[in-house]
């Protein structure tokens, strides 16, 4: 049996998470849920938006499932102390909830999906995409200060050690999942030494794997091919800015944000989750599109080694969406969250029984 640290969140949180438990339960894969409290409803109950108990016993599990957290206050801070923490070390703090379970897991890589499927309106059409995102650095370690009334600097770091971990990843993530090709996507003919080491990086990695095609391309380069070409990218790796921009850029060619399944991988835990927010302005009506949680639910499986349960949700959501009669409104439909979970877990069950 798995144990699973599960963290509904805010919002559309509970009432996807719900969905993609039914959905996952439908398969038969034996999981003990281990329910904890984390997002603003955890502020609201216990004072803490990441309280200590769920930070310790997510790390205990080495796997947490979570519903999407809301961040209300833009000035807090998350210090929280996982059990086995010396009283008298200074815990570290982070800006989120959120952050703080990727950081503390160890996390080092994010994975975003974003496909398009048969019968969901979409602006491009052909995309199957993984992108593979380092999380810890570049210009997204906000070092950056004023030189002047009106010029003002920010520093962008890029290590070997990050970057052998991320493409590493990325290529291991290519051959578990029988994917055929990594693109390295940086700017190094002008970012010559920090874009340069980790497109250098990429190529030493790549000589490890021969069975996978390997090549790089610039990250304008790259934009302009998912909307012109967007069968071409399977599997892409890249530093932390060009990521953030370029999985909000697939999850938009895709359809909708409800389609996006993410993950985090750590050394000491991952944490599966989809791509977008809270969606307050749908919560509570029943609406949302469970399909990011549910398929976030099936790479969780895939990493707990239940290939088979993963393939079959993923079988499952795409025979689903090839209906429009089960598309909630986000993809033009007036399906409900129950509608669509239900149409998944009959065509689970009725793949189950045959
Ligand atoms: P959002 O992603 O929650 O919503 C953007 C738009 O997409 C909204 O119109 C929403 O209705 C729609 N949408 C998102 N997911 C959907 C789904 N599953 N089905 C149907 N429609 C969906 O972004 P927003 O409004 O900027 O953020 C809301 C809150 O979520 C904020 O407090 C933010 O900090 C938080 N957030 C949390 C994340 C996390 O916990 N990983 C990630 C991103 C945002």
Same mark, same amino acid.
């Not at 904890?36 to 997510?58: C, H, I, M, N, V």
């Not at 929280?80 to 982070?94: A, D, F, L, M």
């Not at 370690?141 to 890029?158: P, R, W």
């Given at each position: *049996?798995?144990?699973?640290?599960?963290?509904?969140?805010?919002?559309? $949180?509970?009432?996807?998470?719900?969905?993609?438990?039914?959905?996952?339960?439908?398969?038969?894969?034996?999981?003990?849920?281990?329910?904890?409290?984390?997002?603003?409803?955890?502020?609201?109950?216990?004072?803490?938006?990441?309280?200590? %108990?769920?930070?310790?016993?997510?790390? %205990?599990?080495?796997?947490? @499932?979570?519903?999407?957290? #809301?961040?209300? *206050? %833009?000035?807090?801070?998350?210090?929280?102390?996982?059990?086995?923490? #010396?009283?008298?070390?200074?815990?570290?703090? =982070?800006? #989120?909830?959120?952050?703080?379970?990727?950081?503390?897991?160890?996390?080092?890589?994010?994975?975003?999906?974003?496909?398009?499927?048969?019968?969901?309106?979409?602006?491009?059409?052909?995309?199957?995409?993984?992108?593979?995102?380092?999380?810890?650095?570049?210009?997204?370690?906000?070092?950056?200060?004023?030189?002047?009334? +009106? /010029?003002?600097?920010?520093?962008? &770091?890029?290590?070997?050690?990050?970057?052998?971990?991320?493409?590493?990843?990325? @290529?291991? @993530?290519?051959?578990?999942?029988?994917?055929?090709?990594? /693109?390295?996507?940086?700017?190094?003919?002008?970012?010559?030494?920090?874009?340069?080491?980790?497109?250098?990086?990429?190529?030493?990695?790549?000589?490890? =794997?021969?069975?996978?095609?390997?090549?790089?391309?610039?990250?304008?380069?790259?934009? !302009? *091919?998912?909307?012109?070409?967007?069968?071409?990218? +399977?599997?892409?790796? *890249?530093?932390?800015?060009?990521?953030?921009?370029?999985?909000?850029?697939?999850?938009?060619?895709?359809? #909708?944000?409800?389609?996006?399944?993410?993950?985090?991988? $750590?050394?000491?835990?991952?944490? @599966?989750?989809?791509?977008? $927010?809270?969606?307050?302005?749908? !919560? $509570?009506?029943?609406?949302?599109?469970?399909?990011?949680?549910?398929?976030?639910?099936?790479?969780?499986?895939?990493?707990?080694?239940?290939?088979?349960?993963?393939?079959?949700? %993923?079988?499952?959501?795409?025979?689903?969406?090839?209906?429009?009669?089960?598309?909630?409104?986000?993809?033009?439909?007036?399906?409900?969250?129950?509608?669509?979970?239900?149409? &998944?877990?009959?065509?689970?069950?009725?793949?189950?029984?045959?």
């Amino acid at each position: *049996m798995h144990k699973v640290a599960l963290m509904k969140g805010d919002g559309i $949180g509970p009432e996807i998470v719900d969905a993609a438990v039914q959905v996952i339960e439908a398969t038969g894969v034996d999981i003990d849920w281990i329910h904890l409290e984390g997002g603003q409803s955890a502020r609201k109950k216990l004072g803490a938006s990441l309280p200590d %108990e769920t930070l310790s016993t997510y790390l %205990e599990c080495g796997v947490g @499932f979570k519903g999407p957290f #809301s961040v209300e *206050m %833009e000035d807090e801070r998350v210090t929280p102390r996982p059990r086995g923490v #010396s009283k008298n070390k200074q815990p570290r703090s =982070y800006n #989120s909830a959120t952050n703080a379970l990727r950081r503390e897991g160890g996390g080092f890589a994010a994975v975003r999906l974003a496909r398009n499927y048969r019968g969901v309106p979409a602006p491009i059409h052909g995309l199957d995409v993984v992108i593979v995102r380092e999380i810890n650095e570049d210009i997204y370690v906000a070092s950056e200060y004023t030189v002047e009334d +009106d /010029t003002a600097v920010a520093l962008k &770091i890029i290590t070997r050690k990050a970057s052998e971990a991320v493409v590493r990843f990325a @290529f291991e @993530f290519a051959k578990r999942n029988r994917r055929k090709r990594v /693109t390295a996507v940086h700017k190094a003919n002008v970012l010559k030494q920090t874009d340069g080491l980790f497109v250098r990086v990429a190529r030493e990695i790549a000589c490890n =794997y021969p069975e996978i095609e390997f090549n790089d391309r610039f990250v304008d380069a790259s934009c !302009a *091919m998912i909307v012109s070409n967007p069968s071409w990218f +399977d599997v892409a790796v *890249m530093p932390n800015q060009y990521g953030d921009i370029m999985s909000d850029l697939c999850a938009a060619a895709a359809g #909708s944000l409800g389609l996006g399944a993410g993950a985090t991988y $750590g050394t000491q835990a991952c944490l @599966f989750e989809p791509v977008h $927010g809270t969606a307050p302005d749908i !919560a $509570g009506k029943g609406i949302a599109n469970p399909v990011s949680q549910i398929l976030s639910g099936a790479l969780m499986l895939r990493h707990l080694g239940e290939e088979q349960y993963a393939a079959a949700i %993923e079988l499952a959501v795409k025979d689903v969406l090839s209906e429009t009669a089960n598309h909630t409104p986000d993809l033009g439909g007036n399906a409900t969250t129950q509608k669509i979970t239900q149409a &998944i877990v009959d065509r689970i069950s009725g793949h189950n029984s045959r």
